[in-house]
């Protein structure tokens, strides 16, 4: 089968969240970061990661795992200057104008797929986290460093 990522771009609907343009269109939202982590060797917990910046100034983070209630997952309040640095990555290696990176397949150990949203506009890019290819390693460790809460691995069975 190609690849088409579509797994991946489906992640947030499989685990009941709301759509990326609704959570980007609610009141008093400015802009939402999600990033989506699909873990092709099952071992580990999909994960959808939404930070949401609010007009008020308010930054929050909600993460949600494949096979964990929502309402159980809380809201961790961020600062707004880890936002601001990941933001002026994203910024450097022109985030808005990339497009996914090349050659990506199934065959990834995991793939992220990193999208932003400030009202109906709306960009992604899918990343292989464990590949290190420019500028996407550069996104990649922007994610690590910034804003690891996102990409925190949760494996699928706890150990006895």
């Not at 917990?45 to 930054?59: D, F, M, T």
């Not at 990555?89 to 090349?102: A, E, R």
């Not at 199934?106 to 009202?119: C, H």
Request: aromatic letters at 6%; zero cysteines.
């Amino acid at each position: 089968m190609p690849f088409d990522g579509s797994d991946v771009y489906q992640l947030a609907s499989r685990l009941g969240l709301p759509s990326l343009e609704q959570a980007a269109r609610a009141a008093g939202v400015m802009s939402v970061l999600e990033i989506s982590a699909y873990h092709v060797e099952r071992r580990l917990r999909h994960s959808v990661a939404r930070v949401i910046e609010y007009q008020l100034g308010e930054i929050d983070l909600h993460v949600a795992y494949e096979g964990v209630r929502l309402e159980t997952m809380p809201r961790i309040t961020l600062e707004a200057s880890r936002i601001e640095k990941l933001n002026a990555v994203l910024l450097t290696v022109k985030f808005q104008s990339l497009s996914h990176q090349p050659s990506l397949s199934y065959d990834e150990r995991s793939l992220w797929l990193i999208q932003q949203a400030a009202g109906a506009h709306i960009h992604g890019v899918m990343v292989a986290p464990d590949r290190p290819v420019l500028p996407y390693a550069t996104i990649v460790n922007a994610i690590d460093g910034y804003l690891p809460e996102a990409i925190r691995e949760v494996p699928l069975r706890s150990p006895r």
